[in-house]
């Protein structure tokens, strides 16, 4: 008996280490969320001598894997793409081409009518339209996947344009879950950013921001719309245009956990 107690014991206890009851991943226990390659997709040219054409370029770091979790995110990159690539068309060449919503090729076939129109009404227009696109992993953790995406383009103006771009997406579901998610105290986080973006810009602590020339929202400063969790802190990032003006380009710097405790859930992120 003594020895049958034993080996019930002993069974019980294989079958509930072999449990994953808080749905977290194990020691050792390989991270999917790390396998993937850079995908491109790229259609139509510039031609430099003649300094006219149009072209699309994606290139999007994707999870390799055959799962549904790789399915959805890879899924909702894609998306992202064709919608960037369609915001440069109107409502009405979108609608006569339905397939513009669901493809980067279509989505590139508007864009490249949308141009030769242009040039028929502007033929001594200088200028290729162009749209680069491109994303990679910013910090990939058992739990989460943190992804940065770069959107460049030149539809004609002054310059170019640039915008990044931050998501998060769930290693469980794959949908993306929104950063403000980790965030537990808003008003002092709101706080911390203003003080170290004064320190960034080199700004005493009582100057007048829009004075200075900075651009804030209804007089008030605010957290960039985009911002993303690092293994050293949080990056926060203005792109250009959002609080100065283009000349001063993207302003970014990171607050380290340490400054953050108690404003963020680290235990959820890492």
Request: a negative charge; hydrophobic letters at 40%; glycine letters at 8%.
């Amino acid at each position: 008996m003594r020895i049958l107690g034993i080996l019930i014991f002993l069974t019980g206890t294989m079958f509930l280490s072999g449990c994953n009851l808080s749905g977290k991943k194990e020691a050792g226990e390989e991270n999917t969320l790390t396998h993937g390659n850079l995908v491109v997709r790229e259609f139509g040219s510039c031609d430099t001598t003649k300094n006219q054409g149009s072209s699309v370029s994606v290139s999007l770091w994707e999870l390799s894997d055959s799962s549904k979790v790789s399915e959805v995110i890879n899924g909702i990159l894609t998306q992202k793409s064709i919608e960037r690539i369609n915001s440069y068309a109107d409502s009405a060449s979108i609608a006569a081409n339905p397939g513009a919503t669901k493809s980067v090729k279509d989505a590139f076939a508007v864009f490249q009518k949308n141009y030769t129109d242009f040039k028929k009404d502007f033929p001594d227009a200088p200028g290729c339209w162009q749209v680069e696109l491109s994303g990679d992993t910013v910090m990939v953790t058992p739990e989460w996947l943190f992804y940065q995406l770069d959107h460049y383009a030149f539809t004609g103006g002054a310059h170019p344009n640039s915008f990044r771009s931050y998501h998060v997406f769930d290693g469980k579901t794959g949908k993306e879950k929104q950063m403000k998610s980790f965030i537990a105290d808003s008003v002092a986080l709101l706080k911390l950013v203003e003080k170290n973006f004064r320190k960034q810009e080199k700004l005493a602590a009582d100057a007048n921001l829009e004075e200075a020339g900075y651009f804030l929202l209804n007089h008030q400063f605010f957290i960039p719309a985009n911002y993303i969790f690092t293994r050293e802190g949080i990056l926060f990032y203005y792109n250009p245009y959002e609080i100065a003006a283009y000349a001063r380009g993207a302003i970014q710097f990171t607050i380290p956990y340490s400054e953050l405790t108690g404003i963020v859930k680290k235990e959820e992120i890492l």
